[in-house]
Nanobody
Framework: QVQLVESGGGLVQPGGSLNLSCAAS????????MAWYRQAPGKQRELVAV???????NYASSVKGRFTVSRDNTKNTQDLQMNSLKPEDTAVYYC???????????????WGQGTQVTVSS
């Protein structure tokens, strides 16, 4: 089994910054892609940023230029640095990972429990 634990959420004023972290633990042979999703009240969960194992990031157009995703394959962690935050960035942010638990098994999707980010004055 694999666990993803997020940290770093909180309340920030518009224009401020936050850094989210996600740590994967458990039976991990290899992590393929890692990503951040978010879900605002009354809205569907949406992709914020995704990074492949080789390090190619992609961002939602709404956060491009403001958010930066990074990962450390040796520690099975990923971060999301969020700058110039706007009220519309308010949501629960979820960590996602596509994980192979052993060399012989297929990869599976795993999700963290989510961390609240609130942007408000």
């Amino acid at each position: 089994q694999v666990q993803l634990v997020e940290s770093g959420g909180g309340l920030v004023q518009p224009g401020g910054s936050l850094n989210l972290s996600c740590a994967a633990s458990g039976r991990i042979f290899m992590i393929n892609s890692m990503a951040w999703y978010r879900q605002a009240p009354g809205k569907q969960r949406e992709l914020v940023a995704v990074m492949t194992r080789t390090g190619s990031p992609n961002y939602a157009s709404s956060v491009k230029g403001r958010f930066t995703v990074s990962r450390d394959n040796t520690k099975n962690t990923q971060d999301l640095q969020m700058n110039s935050l706007k009220p519309e960035d308010t949501a629960v942010y979820y960590c996602y990972a596509d994980v192979r638990s052993t060399e012989l098994t297929r990869s599976r999707d795993y999700w963290g429990q989510g961390t609240q980010v609130t942007v408000s004055s």
